[in-house]
T-cell receptor, first 116, second 113 residues
Framework: DAEITQSPRHKITETGRQVTLACHQT?????MFWYRQDLGHGLRLIHY???????NKGEVSDGYSVSRSNTEDLPLTLESAASSQTSVYFC???????????????FGPGTRLLVL | GQQLNQSPQSMFIQEGEDVSMNCTSS?????WLWYKQDPGEGPVLLIA?????ELTSNGRLTAQFGITRKDSFLNISASIPSDVGIYFC?????????????FGRGTQLTVWP
């Protein structure tokens, strides 16, 4: 079955280190998204992509970067991890084919990141 | 960004009771989605709504796309313990970035047996 996976599921790192979180989907979806979830804030959009070589900033993009070299993957990189980036990170994808159902996003299981 | 107000923030109910929650936006939306999140998992899509006035059911769940396009409702009938979780509304507004969703802050549902 097609799916969306994230790795690692849990990560502990130190302040200042570079960290990359992986997201892989097998639906051949054009759109991919990264969110962070924090108590009291709900889901906030970090970066998103409409296709290969396309990336866009969301509402909380500072300190994060993404790259889209193929359809299936959108890795999220924390250039220099900060304690404020301790959070749960979710990747999502949607078809983005221009049809009626393009807005429906499907989520991965999440990555819990702790920055010490 | 778009503001979505979801209420109530939390609910404590007894098994068998019906549940209602709603979401309102400051602008017109053309898509409303309802998700459920279990502890330690990602949100799972429950119901998708694409037309004003649309009423859609998924088992014991029923959701409606408000006529004004600025609100949506989710009802759960005859709640059971496995309904426990956080329920999120999400929507896309006309004129917003294509495919981008805005989320409510969630309704935490607790069901007592």
């Amino acid at each position: 079955d097609a799916e969306i996976t994230q790795s690692p599921r849990h990560k502990i790192t130190e302040t200042g280190r570079q960290v990359t979180l992986a997201c892989h989907q097998t639906w051949n979806h054009n759109n991919m998204f990264w969110y962070r979830q924090d108590l009291g804030h709900g889901l906030r959009l970090i970066h998103y992509s409409y296709g290969v070589q396309d990336t866009n900033k969301g509402e909380v993009s500072d300190g994060y970067s993404v790259s889209r070299s193929n359809t299936e993957d959108l890795p999220l990189t924390l250039e220099s991890a900060a304690s404020s980036q301790t959070s749960v990170y979710f990747c999502a994808s949607s078809e983005g084919a221009g049809g009626l159902y393009q807005e429906t996003q499907y989520f991965g299981p999440g990555t819990r990141l702790l920055v010490l | 960004g778009q503001q979505l107000n979801q209420s109530p923030q939390s609910m404590f109910i007894q098994e068998g009771e019906d549940v209602s929650m709603n979401c309102t936006s400051s602008s017109i939306f053309n898509t409303w989605l309802w998700y459920k999140q279990d502890p330690g998992e990602g949100p799972v899509l429950l119901i998708a709504l694409y037309k004003a006035g649309e009423l859609t059911s998924n088992g014991r769940l029923t959701a409606q796309f408000g006529i004004t396009r600025k609100d949506s409702f989710l009802n759960i009938s005859a709640s059971i313990p496995s309904d426990v979780g956080i329920y999120f509304c999400a929507g896309q507004s006309r004129g917003s970035t294509l495919g981008r969703l805005y989320f409510g802050r969630g309704t935490q549902l607790t069901v007592w047996p």
